[in-house]
């Protein structure tokens, strides 16, 4: 059980339109929310996030001076600030466009207008982050799973181990390529229960990577969770297809990546 409510989060809300930031002001009340600062532009935020911390910020993708694209880096980049969760509520919906800020680690995003009920589960999934629990597993001591995780961004690996780490999982290793996966996990393969891999990536992409695993290396074993910006049906099937034990999407909920593994490492 989380010792964290909904009730008790404190926000940074960043929103341009005076109209919109009222109207989320409006629904994040509903939830119960009272702890929430507007500011309407990315150094408004930036200044502000100097002086106080909270729980969480939620930002609209296009600002004045800025992006929340390069508002999270930035965030992402000090050391104070680096772990507070991001949401995102745009109406864009290019791939292109949001898969920089899927790669920083945005724990949701919002469609414009949302619906409340999208509201509250990415707020529960931003709990997850903040009063983070352990998973439990039957058949393994959990500080003793040992995970590989491939993906060519540094942002998008770090914020997947802070969520291997929230579940209690610390003995990670990193891979910034397919390539470079394979050749960690060819020297010693019983070194690792699980990999954590991304789909796009340059020099050998998660597809290949995998079928390298499986048909290469003859490893129907060991089971791969791809974590996932790509939407692409086709790509995806040819994924499932080379042996992937399952594939979550970015941004992901936390919950369901406990479920993933769950049923990946238990079976």
């Known amino acids: 059980m989380h010792l964290v409510n909904i009730c008790d989060l404190s926000i940074l809300l960043i929103e341009p ?31 502000s996030l100097t002086e106080h911390h909270p729980d969480l910020i939620i930002s609209s993708l296009y600002l004045p001076d800025m992006t929340a694209t390069e508002i999270l880096e930035k965030i992402r980049h000090i050391e104070r600030l680096c772990h507070i969760p991001f949401m995102l509520i745009s109406s864009e919906s290019s791939f292109d466009k949001l898969d920089a800020i899927r790669q920083a680690g945005v724990v949701a ?10 509201l509250k589960n990415a707020l529960r999934a931003s ?26 961004s540094h942002l998008a690996r770090k914020h997947i181990i802070r969520v291997l780490n929230n579940m209690g999982i610390v003995k990670i290793t990193q891979a910034e390529n397919g390539r470079q996966g394979i050749d960690i996990f060819q020297q010693n393969e019983d070194a690792f229960d699980l ?26 074993i060991i089971p ?3 974590v996932t910006s790509e939407d692409n049906e086709t790509r995806l099937g040819n994924v499932h297809k080379a042996g992937v034990s399952a594939i979550c999407d970015k941004p992901f909920n936390p919950e369901t990546v406990k479920e993933m593994l769950y049923r990946v490492l238990e079976n």
């Open 17 to 47: 339109s005076a109209m919109q930031l009222k109207v989320i002001i409006q629904y994040l009340n509903h939830e119960g929310i009272h702890k929430i600062e507007g500011v309407s532009n990315g150094s408004a935020a930036l200044s």
């Open 109 to 118: 995003i919002l469609p414009k207008p949302f619906a409340p009920e999208d």
């Open 127 to 152: 709990i997850e982050f903040i009063d983070p629990q352990e998973i439990n597993l039957e058949h393994y001591d959990i500080e003793n799973v040992r995970v590989l995780v491939v993906d060519d």
């Open 195 to 220: 990999i954590v891999t991304d789909y796009n990536m340059p020099v050998m992409d998660g597809q290949q990577f995998i079928e390298n695993i499986r048909q290469v290396l003859r490893n129907s």
């Open 224 to 226: 791969i969770l791809m």
